[in-house]
């Protein structure tokens, strides 16, 4: 029996309960939005917090692979433990994988997270300034292993499916079908030198620049003000005359603003570019700071920080260096050991047996004296001259007179050699040449520590790396005119540093004063370009974030 015609009309125009059931959809659309907004707001926070787990994973890979006393730190031990021995230390990649992984972990606690980054996320490798180019740890390596790269994961497509760590949506689950999100992120980061420790003149105190003294490349010019002998009433950074000029590569600083930290009648000379490069900025130079560590590295190879002796040593005297019977290369100037040579056999340097001459023929100690005789006869004869190279000379100046100082007054090239002392004051003569080697005195008093007569020659005369020699003293050094001085560098610890007249031909210079900077005129630096500033200067490397 049908419905009556009356009913039928009754139950299509009755809207009881329509609002219930709009109701109920709405709030589920309502759901699905909040959802969305609420579950894509979380991830966008976990995407926030897997970043800075990526950046500190990738610091703490590449410090801890380049610097072993990091290692110590995160380890929970003294800065030295892993230096001593007995405490062997992993090697780098493992060092660099421990490390990493421990840190993203106390960062996003495993429990919670899972392993957001694990060692197969961590890889070392070499940036270029632009492109990152992985290591695996066993075939060559592409370059100086630089660079450090973490990838941190809340993701289902991890490599190893054990790994999976997706984050769980809130809502979307329930209400829009979306059950986890898959987040990743990844950072770089790469060890490096500033500027202001490669290439240009920093002082504690500051830099007095006569007239006519020109630079320009990439460099860095830094007097930090503080207040000495020669720099006070009121202290200044940059104290200079007219007629200086400033490329634009250059970048002049101090600890202060222009106007209180730059004196001189050049402070206001329109023509020298120098408010233009000027910035305000903290420097301490490293190679005061790297002053002791290396003078014992000289003194004693075998308790000194490998890494200080892949850098800094001469290299001949690394080839040089004996284990088990042979020596870590082939002993010849001509075929230098590469940066990954060195790195590959560094390991070995604590139990080497380091070509070290510190005794006379006599059996005595090495004195002035006899260092100069030694010289004056290379200055006669090739064998001997060749015999010289490859060594480290620690010279003794506790006696008196004449043995006070080391005279290098013969006309010969030296190249590849460390002379170190403790007392000797060294005087360098117009005759030679020192290049790709390493001087080094830790006398201090009133006189100069080292003094350079006109035409003194540093480096080889090319911005070639491995050519450049270091000088470097406790106190003041003093060159007198015409210099030549390429991608070398000098250092006083305690004292001045100061350059008479025409010092020309000053390329990929470095000069770190813990007193002032004294330059008269007529002075001409340039940039090494592209110089490597393992081979340029002492430094410890800084870490940073490229990418």
Same mark, same amino acid.
């Given at each position: 029996?049908?419905?009556?015609?009356?009913?039928?009309?009754?139950?299509?125009?009755?809207?009881?309960?329509?609002?219930?059931?709009?109701?109920?959809?709405?709030?589920?659309?309502?759901?699905?939005?909040?959802?969305?907004?609420?579950?894509?707001?979380?991830?966008?926070?976990?995407?926030?917090?897997?970043?800075?787990?990526?950046?500190?994973?990738?610091?703490?890979?590449?410090?801890?692979?380049?610097?072993?006393?990091?290692?110590?730190?995160?380890?929970?031990?003294?800065?030295?433990?892993?230096?001593?021995?007995?405490?062997?230390?992993?090697?780098?990649?493992?060092?660099?994988?421990? #490390? &990493?992984?421990? !840190? @993203? %972990?106390?960062?996003?606690?495993?429990?919670?997270?899972?392993?957001? $980054?694990?060692?197969?996320? /961590?890889?070392?490798?070499?940036?270029?300034?632009?492109?990152?180019?992985?290591?695996?740890?066993?075939?060559?390596?592409?370059?100086?292993?630089?660079?450090?790269?973490?990838?941190?994961?809340?993701?289902?497509?991890?490599?190893?499916?054990?790994?999976?760590?997706?984050?769980?949506?809130?809502?979307?689950?329930?209400?829009?079908?979306?059950?986890?999100?898959?987040? #990743? &992120?990844?950072? !770089? @980061? %790469?060890?490096?030198?500033?500027?202001?420790?490669?290439?240009?003149? $920093?002082?504690?105190?500051? /830099?007095?620049?006569?007239?006519?003294?020109?630079?320009?490349?990439?460099?860095?010019?830094?007097?930090?003000?503080?207040?000495?002998?020669?720099?006070?009433?009121?202290?200044?950074?940059?104290?200079?005359?007219?007629?200086?000029?400033?490329?634009?590569?250059?970048?002049?600083?101090?600890?202060?603003?222009?106007?209180?930290?730059?004196?001189?009648?050049?402070?206001?000379?329109?023509?020298?570019?120098?408010?233009?490069?000027?910035?305000?900025?903290?420097?301490?130079?490293?190679?005061?700071?790297?002053?002791?560590?290396?003078?014992?590295?000289?003194?004693?190879?075998?308790?000194?920080?490998?890494?200080?002796?892949?850098?800094?040593?001469?290299?001949?005297?690394?080839?040089?260096?004996?284990?088990?019977?042979?020596?870590?290369?082939?002993?010849?100037?001509?075929?230098?050991?590469?940066?990954?040579?060195?790195?590959?056999?560094?390991?070995?340097?604590?139990?080497?047996?380091?070509?070290?001459?510190?005794?006379?023929?006599?059996?005595?100690?090495?004195?002035?004296?006899?260092?100069?005789?030694?010289?004056?006869?290379?200055?006669?004869?090739?064998?001997?001259?060749?015999?010289?190279?490859?060594?480290?000379?620690?010279?003794?100046?506790?006696?008196?007179?004449?043995?006070?100082?080391?005279?290098?007054?013969?006309?010969?090239?030296?190249?590849?050699?460390?002379?170190?002392?403790?007392?000797?004051?060294?005087?360098?003569?117009?005759?030679?040449?020192?290049?790709?080697?390493?001087?080094?005195?830790?006398?201090?008093?009133?006189?100069?520590?080292?003094?350079?007569?006109?035409?003194?020659?540093?480096?080889?005369?090319?911005?070639?790396?491995?050519?450049?020699?270091?000088?470097?003293?406790?106190?003041?050094?003093?060159?007198?005119?015409?210099?030549?001085?390429?991608?070398?560098?000098?250092?006083?610890?305690?004292?001045?540093?100061?350059?008479?007249?025409?010092?020309?031909?000053?390329?990929?210079?470095?000069?770190?004063?813990?007193?002032?900077?004294?330059?008269?005129?007529?002075?001409?630096?340039?940039?090494?370009?592209?110089?490597?500033?393992?081979?340029?200067?002492?430094?410890?490397?800084?870490?940073?974030?490229?990418?």
């Amino acid at each position: 029996m049908g419905m009556p015609a009356s009913a039928v009309s009754r139950f299509r125009e009755d809207i009881e309960g329509a609002s219930t059931a709009w109701s109920i959809f709405w709030t589920l659309i309502f759901l699905i939005i909040s959802g969305f907004v609420i579950d894509t707001a979380n991830a966008y926070k976990y995407r926030q917090v897997l970043t800075a787990t990526a950046d500190a994973a990738s610091l703490a890979a590449i410090m801890n692979y380049r610097e072993l006393h990091y290692y110590g730190l995160y380890d929970q031990q003294d800065a030295d433990y892993y230096t001593a021995d007995g405490n062997a230390p992993p090697e780098g990649y493992t060092r660099a994988r421990n #490390a &990493a992984t421990g !840190i @993203a %972990a106390r960062i996003m606690s495993t429990a919670k997270n899972g392993e957001v $980054v694990t060692d197969q996320d /961590v890889e070392l490798g070499n940036w270029n300034g632009a492109t990152f180019t992985p290591w695996d740890g066993v075939s060559a390596t592409p370059g100086k292993i630089n660079a450090a790269r973490a990838t941190s994961y809340r993701s289902s497509r991890r490599s190893d499916p054990d790994d999976s760590n997706p984050l769980d949506t809130l809502l979307m689950g329930a209400f829009g079908g979306l059950d986890w999100w898959d987040i #990743a &992120a990844q950072s !770089i @980061a %790469a060890s490096f030198v500033p500027c202001q420790f490669t290439q240009g003149l $920093v002082a504690m105190g500051k /830099v007095d620049m006569s007239s006519l003294n020109s630079f320009g490349g990439e460099m860095c010019i830094h007097g930090q003000g503080e207040e000495n002998h020669g720099n006070k009433n009121p202290p200044v950074g940059i104290d200079l005359q007219q007629n200086n000029t400033f490329g634009d590569g250059v970048t002049v600083s101090s600890n202060g603003p222009y106007d209180t930290q730059v004196a001189g009648s050049g402070k206001n000379d329109d023509d020298n570019n120098l408010r233009d490069v000027y910035q305000q900025d903290s420097i301490q130079p490293s190679g005061i700071q790297e002053f002791d560590a290396l003078l014992d590295m000289l003194k004693n190879p075998n308790g000194a920080d490998p890494q200080d002796i892949v850098d800094y040593m001469p290299d001949l005297i690394i080839e040089n260096a004996m284990v088990g019977g042979s020596t870590l290369s082939d002993g010849d100037p001509d075929t230098p050991m590469t940066y990954e040579d060195k790195e590959a056999v560094k390991n070995s340097f604590p139990d080497a047996e380091w070509p070290i001459v510190d005794t006379n023929a006599s059996g005595g100690p090495l004195t002035a004296t006899d260092f100069e005789a030694l010289l004056a006869s290379a200055a006669t004869s090739d064998s001997v001259a060749a015999d010289i190279d490859g060594k480290i000379y620690k010279v003794d100046c506790s006696g008196g007179g004449s043995d006070k100082t080391i005279d290098l007054s013969e006309t010969i090239t030296l190249s590849n050699v460390a002379v170190v002392s403790d007392q000797c004051r060294i005087s360098l003569s117009s005759n030679i040449t020192i290049a790709a080697s390493f001087l080094m005195t830790n006398h201090s008093g009133n006189n100069m520590t080292v003094q350079g007569s006109n035409g003194v020659t540093l480096g080889s005369g090319t911005c070639a790396e491995g050519t450049g020699s270091k000088i470097m003293a406790r106190g003041d050094i003093d060159f007198s005119s015409e210099m030549t001085m390429i991608r070398s560098q000098i250092v006083s610890k305690e004292g001045d540093v100061k350059y008479a007249a025409k010092a020309d031909g000053m390329n990929g210079t470095t000069v770190h004063a813990g007193g002032n900077i004294i330059l008269t005129s007529q002075a001409a630096f340039q940039d090494c370009p592209d110089a490597n500033p393992d081979k340029l200067i002492a430094s410890r490397e800084w870490y940073r974030l490229v990418q």
